[in-house]
């Protein structure tokens, strides 16, 4: 919606209207149930009658901020309502201490496992907000391997550990019948990370594959498969890794409790390609705002009673992760968004930290 719409929408509410529409909006969200005049007379202190109360009400009906979902029932709000609500009416929320110490000690520090972050990151967030969420794994589009090193673990096995240009770090399991002795597994090392060291994939020379394993003939099939490892590591990492959490959240609500809706939401949420959609496609790194995506706007049929409410963090200047929530259109939004804003600000940090070689941190 344009900005010059949104204005032209709240220009045709008075100060009564938007408190009325406030107030619908407030008890819809806690208590699932569509509200009367009398019922917001009696729970909001706005000085009005339940009378005064009921013509701005007919007239936010007309005007498509409120609908009445059955002839007898009270009122809720549109998607269009919700709409200038978080455009225009939200305030935000501060986190409470014991929040911001939640997050604080639930999304660990841990340079070597950055997938164990992204789950606790997607485990923290569906926990304070009681949603369901999605994080990303930050995307480069193209990745480089730093090292590799090979680490003996008994006769039959060796662990190749992968380290890549965006600080992750895989390891791997090697078996082979003819494991090579810690010092020669040094000089192997040595060679293949001459051969590797800073290149993508694509860039590795076969022939130089094809020369490290003529001249160490006996250990021919334990390279061989180092470097499908190394490989296999680089290209893992190319993929988006998506990570959910609460997914079962969303039965709790009233809006849900429909067999077929709920089994349309769980189907969405085993497609890997439909969560990537609604986090918004591509490496924005230039969105760093968080966006709102309202009920039928995500052009999703199987979610078109859900709300998005999705931001980008960071991973050094050219990789961007994603990150959101899902849940009934009638969600906390201001909750949502606090919750969303501290989590990136903590995961800017402590990315940033890793990509400036730092401790991580956490800001005050």
Not at 191 to 201: A, D, H, M, Q
């Amino acid at each position: 919606m344009s900005a010059n719409r949104k204005r032209s929408d709240t220009m045709k509410l008075n100060d009564r209207k938007i408190r009325i529409l406030e107030a619908i909006i407030t008890d819809y969200i806690a208590t699932a149930e569509p509200i009367g005049s009398r019922t917001i007379a009696r729970k909001y202190d706005l000085g009005i009658s339940p009378a005064t109360i009921r013509n701005e009400m007919s007239d936010l009906e007309e005007l498509g901020f409120i609908e009445q979902p059955h002839t007898s029932a009270g009122r809720v709000p549109s998607q269009k309502g919700y709409r200038l609500y978080v455009d225009n009416l939200m305030r935000s929320r501060e986190l409470s201490s014991e929040e911001i110490d939640f997050l604080k000690n639930a999304i660990s520090f841990n340079v070597n496992r950055i997938e164990y972050m992204m789950e606790q990151t997607a485990k923290a967030l569906a926990m304070l907000t009681s949603y369901t969420t999605i994080v990303t794994e930050p995307k480069s589009k193209k990745v480089s391997i730093r090292h590799v090193q090979l680490i003996p673990i008994d006769e039959d096995e060796a662990a190749a550990v992968v380290v890549l240009d965006n600080k992750s770090i895989k390891n791997h399991i090697i078996r082979s019948r003819n494991i090579p002795d810690a010092d020669k597994l040094n000089i192997i090392s040595s060679e293949i990370n001459g051969i590797i060291k800073g290149y993508s994939v694509e860039d590795i020379k076969s022939s130089d594959v094809a020369g490290l394993v003529r001249k160490y003939t006996e250990y021919s099939d334990f390279i061989t498969k180092v470097f499908k490892a190394v490989i296999s590591t680089a290209q893992q990492e190319e993929d988006v890794h998506v990570y959910t959490s609460g997914v079962r959240n969303l039965l709790g609500f009233p809006e849900f409790s429909d067999v077929s809706k709920a089994k349309n939401i769980f189907q969405t949420f085993e497609e890997k390609d439909m969560l990537i959609t609604l986090l918004g496609e591509g490496d924005d790194t230039s969105a760093d705002k968080i966006q709102i995506i309202i009920g039928g706007e995500n052009n999703m049929e199987e979610l078109r009673d859900c709300s998005i409410v999705r931001a980008n963090y960071r991973f050094g200047k050219n990789s961007v992760g994603k990150i959101g929530v899902i849940g009934p259109t009638r969600m906390n939004y201001s909750q949502t968004v606090s919750v969303l804003n501290e989590i990136v600000k903590k995961l800017d940090n402590i990315i940033g930290a890793v990509v400036d070689g730092e401790d991580g941190g956490y800001d005050e």
